[in-house]
Antibody, heavy 119, light 109 residues
């Protein structure tokens, strides 16, 4: 079964760092882009960035450039999203999703990781 | 950056009715690069339509997509109880980079 499994919910304080993960299985992890999508409480979907695990080529949405870092470890089929200094406004659900370039769409989604930042 | 505007924000309909959702782009989008997703409360989004009009695996044929250029439409021919959800369009650009629309909520009238 093709799936993406994300790490569990996190509760952090402002200023703390965080790295969440997304593990792919059931397909060739290095052959598909993995994207990250933010959904703030009660709001819509926002594309944050995307990485190609085969060579770690990474692209960011202008809105998120410099705010987060996307990385991947192809040896363990895992992509990451990290923050060096969290803000309360980072409170959101974060989804990873597989991009199939041939259909130009995210066809497989992780279950989401809820990040809560509160003092 | 291409901006996608979805309308209406909320659509109030009864089961069995037809739903027509609009997605308008700020510049022309290749039909091959326009997708639609469904999201139910507490769930991850699910791909419905790609390439503007192709149904993803397992999607019922009551869902159809159409359009070209800057105007795209998702139609649900007869609403089933499980279709009440939020729907998003998404475009794919070179690089790659992507954009989502703001969403349309289809609610029970």
């Amino acid at each position: 079964e093709v799936q993406l499994v994300q790490s569990g919910a996190e509760v952090k304080k402002p200023g703390e760092s965080l790295k969440i993960s997304c593990k792919g299985s059931g397909y060739s992890f290095t052959s598909y882009w993995i994207g990250w999508v933010r959904q703030m409480p009660g709001k819509g979907l926002e594309w944050m960035g995307i990485i190609y695990p085969g060579d770690s080529d990474t692209r960011y949405s202008p809105s998120f450039q410099g705010q987060v870092t996307i990385s991947a470890d192809k040896s363990i089929s895992t992509a990451y999203l990290q923050w060096s200094s969290l803000k309360a406004s980072d409170t959101a659900m974060y989804y990873c999703a597989r991009l199939t370039v041939g259909i130009a769409a995210f066809d497989i989604w992780g279950q989401g990781t809820m990040v809560t930042v509160s003092s | 950056e291409i901006v996608l505007t979805q309308s209406p924000g909320t659509l109030s309909l009864s089961p069995g009715e037809r739903a027509t959702l609009s997605c308008r782009a700020s510049q022309s989008v290749s039909s091959s690069y326009l997708a639609w997703y469904q999201q139910k409360p507490g769930q991850a989004p699910r791909l419905l339509i790609y390439g503007a009009s192709s149904r993803a695996t397992g999607i019922p044929d009551r869902f159809s997509g159409s359009g070209s250029g800057t105007d795209f439409t998702l139609t649900i021919s007869r609403l089933e109880p499980e279709d009440f959800a939020v729907y998003y369009c998404q475009q794919y650009g070179s690089s790659p980079e992507l954009t989502f629309g703001g969403g349309t909520k289809v609610e029970i009238k």
